[in-house]
């Protein structure tokens, strides 16, 4: 009976040969942006994180872009669009882009949406950040050793709680070495527009600002302080290459490692044949936080104008902060009506740093109602 349950089987096989097993396909992988790829700013270090990713997995991506993509209802167009290609995972780059990602999400469960800058979350939904408020506070000590006039000008994107509080990390960094210095603030309420940039800052140093720093999207602030013979502080890239005698230093911002990350937690998943897409693998919805000691954002890149004892101090103090001895919002943080906002002995939490809504004592402005 055995023998020819086996001679049975044996020539079920010659029949039927056994299929070898179906190869994982490439991970489909795409990014949104907000606007243009140019070859420095916000975008720029997203378009780094994308090209990291592709170089090193090689054949098991294959990885996209939309860049220029309005928020809104263009954004929720384009996501759609993407899940429709077959994208396993979509990088969404702003926060506006947070709302259409999530109606989408809801649409197309078996795809990723990892929200930059975005605060809620979905099952299929994962948001990531970067305490900007941590690079903010160092280039404001950078900035207060370089001042002349006590007067420095910020061009801001929109009163975002991010924004926000980099604007008052800034002052708070540049008051505790120059106690007599004031921020001017202007706010344009968009990201990128290279003119009105540009505008903003010839008007800050209208007024007397002899340093400037920016959290828009163009390099237009740095090229306008070229042009003036004034100092300003570059945002998400090295910048030298524009305002190489300007630049006072850099704020950069990485997310190579991040997007790294969550693609290969994607691939980790156990692949179904038949099944569009991947399991979850050890992807899962999560907040992102990372500043200084992660590794993504740093301070570097000073310019030819700031003296070695200044770029030691700053970096001494980046330093600082990656070990948790320096507190940007240690207390007392007292805003700019008067009011203590943290008292002495404590610092801001998460929790307050992420809603805050006041300016801190120093900055001259206010925000949009």
Request: charged share 20%.
């Amino acid at each position: 009976m055995y023998k020819n349950l086996v001679a049975a089987l044996a020539a079920a096989c010659c029949f039927f040969p056994l299929q070898p097993a179906q190869a994982q396909p490439p991970t489909r992988a795409a990014w949104v942006y907000v606007t243009p790829v140019l070859d420095t700013g916000w975008t720029r270090q997203h378009e780094l994180g994308r090209l990291a990713v592709q170089q090193a997995l090689g054949d098991q991506v294959k990885t996209s872009y939309v860049e220029n993509v309005a928020e809104g209802a263009d954004a929720e167009r384009v996501m759609r669009d993407l899940a429709r290609q077959g994208n396993d995972i979509i990088f969404t780059t702003s926060f506006g882009y947070m709302e259409p990602a999530l109606k989408v999400a809801q649409e197309f469960p078996r795809v990723k949406f990892e929200v930059i800058t975005g605060v809620k979350r979905a099952p299929n939904v994962a948001t990531a950040n970067a305490r900007y408020y941590e690079g903010r506070y160092l280039s404001g000590v950078a900035a207060g050793r370089m001042t002349k006039s006590n007067v420095v000008g910020y061009v801001a994107g929109f009163p975002i709680p991010e924004i926000v509080s980099s604007i008052n990390a800034f002052t708070l960094g540049l008051r505790s070495v120059n106690p007599q210095a004031t921020v001017k603030l202007v706010w344009l309420n968009e990201w990128f527009n290279p003119p009105r940039e540009r505008e903003a800052a010839m008007t800050l140093m209208d007024q007397g600002a002899d340093v400037l720093a920016f959290n828009t999207a163009s390099t237009a602030v740095m090229a306008a302080a070229e042009e003036r013979g004034q100092l300003a502080i570059a945002y998400h890239s090295d910048m030298r290459g524009v305002a190489p005698h300007a630049q006072l230093a850099a704020v950069t911002h990485h997310w190579e490692d991040y997007d790294m990350a969550r693609v290969r937690a994607l691939r980790a998943g156990t692949w179904i044949a038949g099944v569009r897409g991947l399991r979850a693998g050890t992807w899962k919805s999560q907040d992102t936080w990372g500043g200084v000691k992660d590794g993504m954002v740093r301070i570097e890149a000073f310019g030819p104008k700031v003296p070695p004892a200044v770029q030691k101090e700053v970096l001494a103090r980046q330093q600082d902060i990656a070990a948790g001895r320096l507190l940007p919002f240690a207390g007392p943080v007292v805003d700019n009506t008067g009011h203590v906002q943290v008292p002495k002995g404590r610092s801001a939490s998460d929790a307050e740093i992420l809603r805050m809504n006041y300016l801190v004592e120093g900055v001259q402005g206010s925000l949009p109602k």
